[in-house]
């Protein structure tokens, strides 16, 4: 729930500074959004889920996306803050 929580409101923050790349980071959240989903229903449905598969979903998620796609978009609202 948290993850679609966070990703609406990035999106919906993306979306009103008209962020030219919205569409590819909401297909980048879905993908994510879709992994976490599935781990979930694994683990609550009493399948094995390694610890260690979490971690790597999550590690690599915050290396990846976060230092990455987020970066641009962190690079993105800089530039239309200066130019206010």
């Not at 996306?65 to 970066?71: A, G, R, S």
């Amino acid at each position: 729930d948290y993850v679609r929580f966070h990703f609406d409101e990035e999106e919906k923050y993306m979306r009103e500074t008209n962020y030219p790349d919205l569409s590819s980071h909401e297909e980048i959240h879905a993908k994510f959004y879709d992994q976490t989903k599935c781990l979930y229903n694994d683990v609550m449905g009493g399948k094995l889920v390694l610890n260690t598969e979490i971690m790597n979903t999550l590690t690599n998620w915050l290396q990846d996306h976060i230092l990455n796609e987020d970066k641009k978009y962190s690079v993105f609202v800089a530039s239309v803050d200066r130019q206010k």
